[in-house]
């Protein structure tokens, strides 16, 4: 549960939220906690500890790691002053997060409805894996709420969709979403690893659950895998339940470089906001792209609802090369500052043509089916110089044939 008072703005909770003031050994920093067990002093020690029914880290004492830990309990307690949640669990990483909340809260006969736009991985679990476990799974078109109506069954229990989405970063109406959701008894849970809580904080519009990549944004220097599911403390307690069956947890020197990458998250995302925002423009404007999606162009189809949702538009960039696969691997392979490599929300810049990179394994049919275009790239803006990014994309555009 967040102790962090309500009205410390977002730069003061990412710098100070969740630790607290007099740390072990008089330390500045939140120490790294790594060991495995914890040690009870005597039997009535252990007898009070078990009698309390306590479990993960309370207070000042844990357990058994898989159940919770110091610089973990801490850095739990930073993402959800962050994200303004009343509790936040830390998980191995970003698909761990996903797939223990659905665990958590489908089951045999039940439904899930998810988006056609979104992660790759996340697709394939709900539609390959879950279906072993007695789910079924309707994947409609993101942000379209008729859609979903259509899709309801009376066992449906979860809807799941990215905010914004990957690749094109489609949004959709989350107030709306969640009240019909109510309405019909199903849980929302939104991937808003895209987003970060910077630029959109989804369980005050009514969501019941958010789920990021910590692994991107919130850590910060892609060096670290870690997930995160945010939400109220109830829900939370029974999802923490599976997590520590599945023992899918975070590992603590992960968990330490994430608290550190927090204490920047604002002012990483604000400049990546910046960046991507004004390569997008430039894109737009060149005689060589064929279109640009980004939630904050006028011409996105959610333009309308970035402007009501969200305070900036994120870091990714996604464009369309005229002329087609071999223009855009042209173009890639011609770029100078960011590396060819996939994930997003780093401090370097990273391009990607994207049915190379995720969807390599189908044929251009099936891509094209899946709406991934031949000559999609996707660029995850860093904070470099952003001038020095525009004249390099600028001089890649140019060799091409
Ligand atoms: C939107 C989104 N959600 C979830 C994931 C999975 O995260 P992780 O790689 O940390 O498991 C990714 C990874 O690329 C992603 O882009």
């Known amino acids: 549960m967040s102790n962090t008072p309500s009205d410390w703005g977002y730069s003061t909770r990412s710098v100070h939220a969740g630790e607290e003031r007099q740390k072990a050994y008089k330390a500045l920093v939140e120490p790294l906690v790594t060991t495995a067990t914890y040690v009870f002093e005597n039997t009535q020690e252990l007898i009070e500890f078990k009698e309390a029914q306590l479990w993960g880290m309370q207070g000042k004492r844990a357990e058994y790691a898989r159940y919770g830990m110091p610089t973990i309990a801490a850095c739990e307690q930073r993402l959800a002053a962050l994200e303004n949640a009343q509790d936040a669990i830390l998980t191995a990483s970003g698909m761990s997060a996903t797939m223990i909340s659905l665990m958590a809260l489908l089951g045999q006969d039940t439904h899930l409805i998810m988006t056609d736009d ?16 007695g789910v079924t799974v309707s994947v409609i078109p993101t942000g379209d709420l008729h859609a979903l109506a259509n899709a309801i069954q009376p ?9 914004p989405t990957n690749p094109y970063l489609r949004l959709t109406d989350l107030s709306a979403l969640a009240e019909f959701a109510k309405q019909k008894g199903v849980k929302t849970i939104i991937d808003s690893t895209f987003a970060t809580p910077v630029n959109i904080r989804p369980l005050a519009y009514g969501i019941d659950l958010v789920v990021h990549s910590a692994t991107k944004y919130l850590a910060g220097h892609n060096d670290v895998l870690a997930g995160v599911i945010l939400g109220n403390s ?55 792209i064929e279109q640009v999606w980004y939630p904050l162009l006028e011409n996105h189809p959610d333009y309308l609802l970035a402007q009501r949702y969200l305070h900036g538009g994120g870091g990714v960039v996604s464009f369309a090369v005229k002329g087609g696969l071999e223009s855009a691997s ?10 060819i490599a996939a994930s997003l929300g780093g401090l370097e810049s990273l391009i990607e043509q994207h049915v190379l990179m995720s969807y390599f394994d189908l044929s251009p049919e099936e891509r094209t089916a899946q ?23 600028d001089q890649a555009l140019a060799g091409l044939a």
């Open 118 to 133: 979104s992660y790759r991985r996340t697709r394939l679990f709900c539609q390959n894996f879950l279906p072993k476990f």
């Open 155 to 163: 066992n449906t229990r979860v809807y799941f969709t990215e905010f």
């Open 234 to 288: 109830d829900l939370l307690a029974s999802i923490r339940q599976v997590l520590w069956s599945f023992g899918a947890v975070a590992d603590a020197r992960g968990v330490y470089e994430l608290l550190r990458g927090l204490k920047t998250l604002s002012l990483r995302v604000e400049r990546q906001n910046e960046n991507a925002l004004t390569l997008a423009r430039f894109l737009a404007n060149h005689p060589k």
């Open 330 to 339: 042209q173009f890639i392979d011609r770029v100078k500052i960011p590396f």
């Open 371 to 393: 709406g991934m275009r031949e000559n999609l790239v996707r660029m995850a803006v860093g904070i470099e110089d952003v001038q020095d990014l525009i004249a390099d994309l």
